[in-house]
């Protein structure tokens, strides 16, 4: 046998998977034993210092449930989230951001200048723009997913106890001839991830909010295109520095503008706004289709 | 507000923890932050690929117990674990290796020349040798905690529910003036690690065995000297070169020799054994004695 030391280690356990060579499972493999082999040796980590770790993410696996998925916050809060959908948008379309836990695919199909508010209060706002491909030549009958928090910073999903219908605050819609689409809908408040759990402690510990920027959430689908999947910001509004996932880009942040300067004549609206934001949505070629 | 891209998210990330500027805490996390982000980087990392980790984590944590720590085992299987005791070893001193999930400490307090065999079949085994400094000054009065499997490969804490006792193939003998250390006990078998979970559908995904070497194992104190826990392997055994957890080092095996090739006279022994090993323990001192 050949001796086993802290230096050739790594390359013994690469060598312990018989993966297929040059095959995308060896090289993710063999990229995180690196990494995690490199890590180990650079920090000198010590016995108590790997049981620490080994602890956290025990302690992890037993909050989590198929509703509390512990993992993806502690990806989101180290930025791992934000770091695959940046490298994951295509060129020239609007940038990806997080897809977080309240997704549900079978919102309700709704047409163009609909309310999603219902009965909520807070400030109502039309949001309208346009989507168009990389050339910006506009995208008909692409699919408009969005869901969002209320004014209060809740997801109806998380109050269903309360009596709230999870599909409040969702709606599809489709763009018309020109690209275009437009709803209105309340103005979301920030909110705080879950805390309450291990992430939780190494926010606090690393003296973290868990406030998130207030946001739109949306999936964008067309034919032949790459699904766009990101969140909608607003100017002037808190944690958009410091967002505790790290969603925010400058490109995703919209204008909230006085309804009263702004000519609505040309939206065919189910509810007068009290302001309006304008977002445009940029769709790349599907290389895969 | 500054943008959030690709390549300044890391120092993003790190700037989001306000720990103490020079702390082990703030050495630990950034390092973290930025493996984490590079191999992210490196290998492009897809939402598909990123969603199986977390799932794969998510699982981890799902079969997760007290008694079977699935992350762990993942460590051992990545080399981290017998990393941590490489580094972790003190110039000089005995290497370390795995202590494993099966030990206890309030084993009884046996003496020398004692069988810990009990009724269990198998080749019996004379093991001893001597503990002493790096300078080999004999260290007496050294307690060596030691536990095993047996010629099945079982360690009786497994077997309760057949009955079996958790305290049988375990002991703490002290050395005597000269530092030497003898007792008879069963040689064990090899066995697997836990394969029915996550971390066993990775060892058959990169089609790994889960088995370990057969091995005794030992934690040695000492007053003033660092705490050796270690495993000793055998001479020409099974998975010697590919032990499952990486635990195996040249300067931990242990050449079986018959019994009726050594001069026993000098030991005082309750049960005659069928072979002998013999192997010699050094301590280095314990820096923060």
């Known amino acids: 046998m050949s001796d086993v030391n802290q230096f050739n280690i790594t390359e013994a356990v690469k060598d312990s998977f018989k993966t297929e060579p040059g095959s995308r499972f060896e090289q993710l493999l063999h ?71 309240f997704y549900l695919d079978d919102a309700e199909n709704m047409p163009l200048g609909c309310d999603i508010a219902g009965d909520r209060s807070g400030a109502i706002v039309l949001v309208h723009g346009k989507v168009t491909d990389i050339l910006h030549h506009p995208l008909s009958g692409a699919v408009i997913d969005t869901w969002q928090a209320d004014a209060s910073g809740t997801y109806p999903i998380q109050e269903q106890e309360h009596g709230q219908d999870k599909y409040d605050l969702r709606a599809k819609l489709k763009t018309d001839s020109e690209g275009r689409y437009y709803y209105t809908t309340v103005l979301p408040k920030p909110y705080t991830v879950p805390y309450d759990g291990p992430v939780g402690e190494l926010l606090r510990a690393g003296n973290r909010h868990a406030w998130r920027a207030a946001h739109l959430h949306y999936i964008i689908r067309h034919p032949g295109m790459h699904t766009v999947t990101t969140e909608v910001f607003f100017e002037n509004t808190e944690y958009l520095g410091n967002d505790a996932v790290f969603g925010v880009r400058k490109s995703l942040i919209g204008k909230v503008v006085p309804a009263s300067k702004v000519d609505l004549s040309s939206f065919d609206l189910a509810r007068k706004p009290d302001a309006v934001i304008e977002y445009d949505f940029v769709m790349a070629p599907d290389n895969n289709a």
């Open 31 to 101: 990229g995180l034993i690196e990494h995690l082999h490199d890590y180990t040796r650079e920090m000198n980590i010590t016995h108590d210092e790997w049981m620490k770790v080994l602890t956290f993410l025990y302690d992890c696996g037993k909050i989590s449930t198929p509703e509390r998925q512990e993992f993806i916050l502690l990806s989101d809060v180290l930025g791992f989230s934000a770091l695959v959908d940046m490298l994951n948008t295509r060129g020239g379309a609007t940038e990806g951001s997080n897809l977080g836990p």
